[in-house]
């Protein structure tokens, strides 16, 4: 049998489902069984459409998207839009904006998208679980005008717990919660592409959607920068060094291919392979520098009027603070 550590370096590719387009026409997920292929392996697990991760839906900023969910899982089940503003009724979150939709039922989810960014899809109901059974996909918002690159590129870091065949493993154990969170013991990057030239001007769009993993990754292969964190452009480019992922964050670099663009752990193995894009031609580089994406037409926050202190506690040999249990601010939890 393998150790975990051993089995965080049998990673191997794993590829992303065509893109759907989402503009005018509802896409339809069906939430469902799903096999993922990570490298050799075929690992059960819940996904859309057949798929895990889900197919991206892409349109464009201003667009309506229009989502049709028909569930075919033998349990409730709902979509949140991660990141995205959105009226509140659409939120998709379990009990706070609507019941969960039943098995064999369909909802059908429909507002504008406002901002252009990466952003991403995924259950909110039992999310800690179904997230981390792979019940999520990406959402691309393409500005009016998109930046000029080369390749649009997604890039899905996950990790999975293996139970000792090898497979998905279901036991959700209250110790994970109260300690490191529950780590997955096989990393993988899911590309939707994994072929660039040299000298090509690519855009990444990585999404971390661990329910606890924070990734902290540098890539190989690019000179270029962070132009986007969490679907909003940043006002100046970012130097592209080492990069730091927390569970459902989205970071855009736009970057030129300068070799084999490899994405690396860096902390803790300090350089293990996670996922890898092969170069397969040549074109001349681009004199044209990269420049900031435009703003998102987000409002700027108001005028502070109240501050709260907040003392987060917990943890393992935290004690029990009552309600959910293991965490709490100022001594409450839940
Ligand atoms: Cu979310």
């Given at each position: 049998m393998l150790t975990r550590r051993q089995m965080m370096v049998a990673l191997g590719a794993a590829t992303l489902p065509l893109p759907l387009s989402a503009a005018s026409v509802p896409v339809t997920l069906t939430p469902g069984t799903a096999f993922t292929r990570i490298g050799s392996r075929d690992i059960a697990m819940l996904g859309f459409n057949g798929t895990c991760p889900g197919p991206e839906i892409r349109l464009r900023q201003n667009e309506i998207l229009r989502a049709r969910v028909e569930n075919g899982l033998e349990d409730g089940t709902l979509v949140h839009w991660h990141g995205i503003r959105l009226p509140n009724a659409m939120d998709g979150v379990n009990v706070l904006t609507q019941d969960v939709i039943i098995p064999n039922e369909g909802y059908e989810y429909r507002f504008p998208v406002p901002d252009a960014g990466t952003y991403w899809y995924h259950s909110h109901y039992l999310s800690y679980e179904r997230v981390a059974r792979g019940l999520f996909g990406p959402l691309i918002v393409e500005e009016p005008a998109p930046p000029d690159v080369d390749q649009d590129i997604t890039a899905i870091l996950f990790d999975?717990?293996?139970?000792?065949?090898?497979?998905?493993?279901?036991?959700?154990?209250?110790?994970?919660?109260?300690?490191?969170?529950?780590?997955?013991?096989?990393?993988?990057?899911?590309?939707?592409?994994?072929?660039?030239?040299?000298?090509?001007?690519?855009?990444?769009?990585?999404?971390?959607?661990?329910?606890?993993?924070?990734?902290?990754?540098?890539?190989d292969g690019l000179t270029g920068f962070c132009v986007a964190y969490d679907g909003m452009p940043l006002p100046e480019l970012v130097s592209l060094g080492n990069l730091k992922l927390a569970p459902a964050q989205s970071i855009d670099i736009i970057a030129d291919v300068t070799g084999d663009v490899i994405l690396r752990e860096t902390v803790p193995s300090g350089g293990e392979e996670l996922g890898r894009i092969v170069l397969n031609g040549q074109r001349q580089i681009r004199s044209a520098p990269i420049a900031p994406l435009p703003a998102n037409p987000v409002p700027a926050p108001g005028e502070i009027t109240q501050t709260a202190d907040l003392f987060m506690q917990g943890g393992a040999g935290g004690g029990a603070h009552g309600g959910f249990g293991g965490w709490a601010f100022n001594d409450v939890s839940g």
């Open positions: 999975i717990r293996l139970d000792d065949t090898g497979q998905f493993d279901m036991e959700f154990d209250r110790a994970d919660f109260i300690t490191a969170g529950r780590l997955g013991d096989l990393m993988a990057t899911f590309l939707s592409s994994e072929q660039a030239r040299l000298g090509d001007r690519i855009r990444l769009r990585l999404i971390n959607p661990t329910p606890d993993r924070i990734f902290e990754i540098r890539i």
